[in-house]
């Protein structure tokens, strides 16, 4: 997906949802700086054959497990400061929240033994750089969110080119809602109409490395059950594109976004901005985003 036709699909947005201007604007500035960031990205290769990096696949582990990134450090550290500021600018978040932002140097915070850890264990890697932030005001979640998007520049390229190193491989066969390249489990989801197919093949979607990876439609993406009694979906009569397929088996949730009745071509990072009004009916229902027992990341 290109940024012209992303920024095209925001001005539809734009026209058609006033009450997503200020996400919208929010966001557009954050994807410009990670465009920005993404020029000061570590060369990436894998240097295995495609049967080999199948078989990865095949057994259920991530290809950056096969070969991780290099996260150059000092880059990084620019990257959190810049989202930092952004956040602190344009988020709408709580004063005293953005007073925190401003006074933190989040970049500072993050230390080379952390950042290592980063593609290993995440959750690890936002505790680490939380121990050595030590301000309460900075909560874990808006922490995790600013550390993530700083990676994803760095991530976006690499994981292109391990896509590429596997070759011809259906997707369908990673047969998992976590990232087949990183391990994320996937944000959302989009339905797509190709081939003879009825009603489309579902692809999801990594937050992380912006990956996509089919997966079946008719499945939950975050306890993998198929039994139809427990799937349903959430949906706004007068916007059919835009859908949160819900699990009554674990309780987890996955936005998803029905590209033939949208006006615009869809694009994971912006559809998914789109449907957090709906996100948070599911949650209200009581379900969450990733379900009562998450997977355990293949790495
Ligand atoms: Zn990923
Ligand atoms: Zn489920």
């Excluded at 009450?19 to 990205?41: G, I, N, P, T």
């Amino acid at each position: 997906m290109t940024d012209s036709a992303r920024a095209k699909a925001v001005e539809k947005y734009r026209a058609e949802r006033p009450d997503l201007e200020h996400q919208l604007a929010l966001f557009e500035k954050l994807w410009e700086a990670q465009s920005r960031f993404s020029e000061l990205a570590s060369g990436y290769t894998l240097d295995s054959s495609v049967d080999e990096v199948q078989k990865v696949l095949k057994q259920h582990r991530t290809l950056f497990s096969l070969a991780a990134p290099e996260i150059p450090l000092e880059p990084y550290r620019e990257a959190v400061r810049a989202i930092a500021a952004l956040m602190a600018e344009e988020s709408g978040l709580p004063d005293d929240q953005v007073t925190a932002l401003r006074e933190a140097d989040l970049g500072a915070a993050v230390s080379e033994d952390a950042l290592g850890k980063a593609l290993s264990g995440y959750d690890v890697f936002v505790q680490l750089v939380a121990g050595s932030v030590a301000d309460e005001r900075i909560t874990e979640p808006l922490l995790s969110f600013v550390l993530a998007e700083a990676i994803t520049p760095f991530l976006i390229g690499p994981a292109k080119r391990a896509v590429e190193a596997a070759g011809k491989f259906d997707w369908l066969m990673w047969d998992s809602g976590l990232c087949p390249v990183c391990g994320t489990p996937a944000s959302s989801g989009i339905v797509r109409d190709e081939g003879e197919l009825q009603g489309g093949r579902r692809w999801l979607s990594c937050p992380l490395c912006r990956t996509q990876w089919e997966y079946a439609r008719v499945r939950c993406a975050r306890c993998g059950t198929r039994r139809q009694e427990d799937l349903e979906y959430l949906y706004d009569e007068k916007d059919p594109g835009h859908r949160v397929h819900t699990c009554k088996s674990c309780h987890g949730y996955t936005p998803v976004s029905v590209e033939k009745e949208l006006t615009v071509r869809a694009v994971p990072e912006l559809e998914e901005i789109v449907l957090v009004p709906l996100e948070c009916v599911a949650a209200e229902r009581g379900f969450t985003p990733l379900g009562d027992e998450a997977e355990e990341v293949p790495n």
